[in-house]
């Protein structure tokens, strides 16, 4: 087997010896002449001088050059005025203007031309080997000649019989690469051990006793390999484009939460502005009031004091005038009245403080102004440097069993329990039966909604599973603890407040947070997935089977611990799973 092989090696590199330019004489003269005559035109001489593109209904004016029959119209019918019609080439002048008739004979070259003109090779083509000046777009290349030909110059590989044996493939110029570097043989073989290509020289030699396939048996092989990397890089794909997406819902996220931190900021410091301005203008009435009252006081005491005064002047006078009288009897007389008058009961001394200050207010307001920098300053400090940083967290799980690594058994609260709510089975089955459960009161338990809660908080990376019964009304949630447990307002509702997240199952699925619905284009089933990630802001809910199928997603933060909850309709059973 192995002389035969080497028999029929040697007859390929005979046939590979007889060079193309050995074939070319067979071609006939007429298709030597045709050929000769394509590559010899040259697009620049069936080029309109007006608009440098090829001729379009050609015209031969009567010097003897040629333009598109629109172009030369143009020209001309610019100097209609003047009568004087030239050639845009040579200036020859005509008068009067000429009748311009179509160059059939041109137009046919033109056809022509434009049918070559589509077959030259572009920037990515490849170009033909054999062709002259300018260069055809090959369609064939030939290992065996190790070059590339047009359509034209492909005919003697169809005609030749020698050409005949020679392997054709789609127009390459990697030909180089499919020829043996170190026999000049074509690769046509796979070496499974060393993993490469080689001809069959290489097969005898070097890669003797090798595990060795025609190169078109590995190709299926390998196209399968190809296949299955193409769908791993489409995950890959799918799932860099979800992170991006998340990522750009995160920035959207840090972006409202950044303007409504800037507004609520913004409003508590408009109040406490108003605050210490109204406090400002009290302690200004404040001041005035005292201020008021004590220059009243100080208004009747100066007033009290000028009146003395007076009298006291007044009688000064009487005792002047009195002692000048020589009337004995009138001096005794009034001396006596006089001094009487002027023995009455004096007023009371009054200090008076020339220093006049409200000191102690001023006093009063230093020290509040030093405690309240102080307590802002230790206030400030207790505000986050930043905000919850964008992560790149771990990826969510994808299969069950992946889930089931963060599993967490939990058990529900009966002192939560509405009166209606049945709780078995250790407290993981509950069931509303309408009728009164004997339960005490207890301030957790929720007096109107048919819900409970889990005992046990929920943090870090939590997976559980619920189980509904046939035709069940369910809402499986999660809530911070100081949800409201009494009265029938949407505070207590599981859903229906910022402080919970609930998915409703029943005919339909539907989301539910702080009130807003968000319908889920999926069909309700018998066993539903929870997954949270507290740190990372996710809450996940899966449809349990072979394949977990997200349900829908939530990214928020998660400022307190969670509660796993349930409300659970008349007639309802919903079990907390087991791992199994």
């Given at each position: 087997?192995?002389?035969?092989?080497?028999?029929?090696?040697?007859?390929?590199?005979?046939?590979?010896?007889?060079?193309?330019?050995?074939?070319?004489?067979?071609?006939?003269?007429?298709?030597?002449?045709?050929?000769?005559?394509?590559?010899?035109?040259?697009?620049?001489?069936?080029?309109?001088?007006?608009?440098?593109?090829?001729?379009?209904?050609?015209?031969?004016?009567?010097?003897?050059?040629?333009?598109?029959?629109?172009?030369?119209?143009?020209?001309?019918?610019?100097?209609?005025?003047?009568?004087?019609?030239?050639?845009?080439?040579?200036?020859?002048?005509?008068?009067?203007r000429p009748v311009l008739h179509r160059n059939?004979?041109?137009?046919?070259?033109?056809?022509?031309?434009?049918?070559?003109?589509?077959?030259?090779?572009?920037?990515?083509?490849?170009?033909?080997?054999?062709?002259?000046?300018?260069?055809?777009?090959?369609?064939?290349?030939?290992?065996?000649?190790?070059?590339?030909?047009?359509?034209?110059?492909?005919?003697?590989?169809?005609?030749?019989?020698?050409?005949?044996?020679?392997?054709?493939?789609?127009?390459?110029?990697?030909?180089?690469?499919?020829?043996?570097?170190?026999?000049?043989?074509?690769?046509?073989?796979?070496?499974?051990?060393?993993?490469?290509?080689?001809?069959?020289?290489?097969?005898?030699?070097?890669?003797?006793?090798?595990?060795?396939?025609?190169?078109?048996?590995?190709?299926?092989?390998?196209?399968?390999?190809?296949?299955?990397?193409?769908?791993?890089?489409?995950?890959?794909?799918?799932?860099?484009?979800?992170?991006?997406?998340?990522?750009?819902?995160?920035?959207?996220?840090?972006?409202?939460?950044?303007?409504?931190?800037?507004?609520?900021?913004?409003?508590?410091?408009?109040?406490?502005?108003?605050?210490?301005?109204?406090?400002?203008?009290?302690?200004?009435?404040?001041?005035?009031?005292?201020?008021?009252?004590?220059?009243?006081?100080?208004?009747?005491?100066?007033?009290?004091?000028?009146?003395?005064?007076?009298?006291?002047?007044?009688?000064?006078?009487?005792?002047?005038?009195?002692?000048?009288?020589?009337?004995?009897?009138?001096?005794?007389?009034?001396?006596?009245?006089?001094?009487?008058?002027?023995?009455?009961?004096?007023?009371?001394?009054?200090?008076?403080?020339?220093?006049?200050?409200?000191?102690?207010?001023?006093?009063?307001?230093?020290?509040?102004?030093?405690?309240?920098?102080?307590?802002?300053?230790?206030?400030?400090?207790?505000?986050?440097?930043?905000?919850?940083?964008?992560?790149?967290?771990?990826?969510?799980?994808?299969?069950r069993e992946d889930f089931l690594k963060y599993?967490?058994?939990?058990?529900?609260?009966?002192?939560?329990?509405?009166?209606?709510?049945?709780?078995?089975?250790?407290?993981?089955?509950?069931?509303?039966?309408?009728?009164?459960?004997?339960?005490?009161?207890?301030?957790?338990?929720?007096?109107?909604?048919?819900?409970?809660?889990?005992?046990?908080?929920?943090?870090?990376?939590?997976?559980?599973?619920?189980?509904?019964?046939?035709?069940?009304?369910?809402?499986?949630?999660?809530?911070?603890?100081?949800?409201?447990?009494?009265?029938?307002?949407?505070?207590?509702?599981?859903?229906?407040?910022?402080?919970?997240?609930?998915?409703?199952?029943?005919?339909?699925?539907?989301?539910?947070?702080?009130?807003?619905?968000?319908?889920?284009?999926?069909?309700?089933?018998?066993?539903?997935?929870?997954?949270?990630?507290?740190?990372?802001?996710?809450?996940?809910?899966?449809?349990?089977?072979?394949?977990?199928?997200?349900?829908?997603?939530?990214?928020?933060?998660?400022?307190?611990?969670?509660?796993?909850?349930?409300?659970?309709?008349?007639?309802?059973?919903?079990?907390?799973?087991?791992?199994?």
């Amino acid at each position: 087997m192995a002389e035969k092989g080497i028999k029929r090696a040697a007859e390929d590199i005979a046939d590979c010896d007889v060079t193309v330019e050995e074939k070319r004489p067979n071609l006939s003269a007429e298709d030597r002449t045709m050929t000769e005559a394509s590559i010899s035109l040259d697009q620049d001489q069936f080029s309109c001088l007006v608009c440098l593109d090829l001729l379009k209904d050609p015209v031969t004016i009567p010097c003897g050059h040629s333009f598109c029959m629109v172009c030369i119209n143009d020209c001309w019918d610019e100097n209609d005025q003047r009568r004087i019609y030239s050639c845009p080439q040579c200036r020859e002048t005509f008068t009067p203007r000429p009748v311009l008739h179509r160059n059939n004979m041109l137009a046919e070259v033109m056809e022509k031309l434009k049918k070559t003109e589509l077959q030259a090779a572009g920037p990515e083509d490849v170009e033909c080997d054999f062709c002259t000046g300018r260069k055809l777009k090959a369609i064939k290349s030939c290992l065996m000649c190790q070059a590339s030909f047009c359509e034209t110059h492909l005919k003697p590989h169809y005609e030749v019989p020698g050409l005949k044996k020679h392997k054709l493939i789609k127009a390459s110029s990697h030909l180089q690469e499919k020829i043996c570097s170190q026999h000049g043989k074509v690769i046509k073989i796979y070496c499974r051990t060393d993993q490469n290509c080689i001809c069959y020289l290489c097969m005898l030699h070097e890669h003797k006793g090798h595990d060795t396939v025609p190169a078109g048996e590995e190709i299926s092989k390998k196209q399968s390999e190809l296949k299955e990397e193409q769908r791993q890089f489409e995950q890959r794909i799918q799932e860099k484009e979800k992170k991006v997406q998340e990522l750009k819902q995160a920035e959207d996220t840090l972006k409202c939460s950044a303007r409504a931190a800037v507004k609520d900021s913004r409003q508590t410091f408009t109040e406490l502005i108003y605050s210490i301005k109204k406090r400002c203008c009290e302690v200004r009435e404040l001041i005035r009031d005292q201020e008021k009252a004590e220059l009243s006081r100080a208004k009747g005491f100066l007033d009290k004091l000028e009146q003395e005064i007076a009298d006291l002047k007044r009688r000064d006078t009487d005792l002047e005038q009195l002692s000048h009288t020589e009337d004995h009897i009138h001096f005794l007389q009034r001396f006596q009245s006089l001094c009487v008058s002027s023995g009455s009961e004096e007023s009371p001394m009054i200090s008076v403080n020339q220093h006049l200050t409200f000191d102690g207010v001023t006093k009063s307001l230093s020290d509040l102004k030093e405690r309240l920098e102080k307590l802002c300053t230790e206030e400030f400090n207790k505000i986050p440097p930043q905000a919850a940083a964008i992560q790149i967290l771990p990826s969510e799980p994808k299969t069950r069993e992946d889930f089931l690594k963060y599993f967490f058994q939990l058990t529900l609260d009966p002192n939560t329990a509405h009166h209606s709510l049945h709780l078995s089975e250790m407290n993981r089955v509950v069931t509303n039966r309408r009728g009164v459960q004997p339960y005490s009161d207890h301030p957790e338990r929720f007096d109107h909604w048919f819900q409970v809660l889990c005992k046990d908080s929920v943090c870090g990376r939590c997976y559980w599973e619920v189980e509904l019964s046939n035709g069940s009304y369910v809402f499986i949630s999660v809530s911070y603890k100081g949800i409201s447990r009494k009265g029938e307002g949407y505070d207590c509702g599981f859903g229906c407040n910022t402080w919970s997240w609930s998915l409703e199952c029943f005919a339909t699925l539907s989301f539910w947070h702080n009130n807003i619905e968000t319908e889920i284009p999926e069909l309700p089933h018998y066993r539903i997935g929870v997954y949270v990630d507290h740190s990372a802001g996710t809450l996940s809910f899966y449809r349990v089977s072979n394949r977990m199928t997200l349900l829908h997603r939530v990214h928020t933060t998660f400022t307190q611990p969670l509660y796993a909850g349930l409300w659970v309709d008349s007639g309802s059973t919903v079990r907390l799973c087991d791992p199994n």
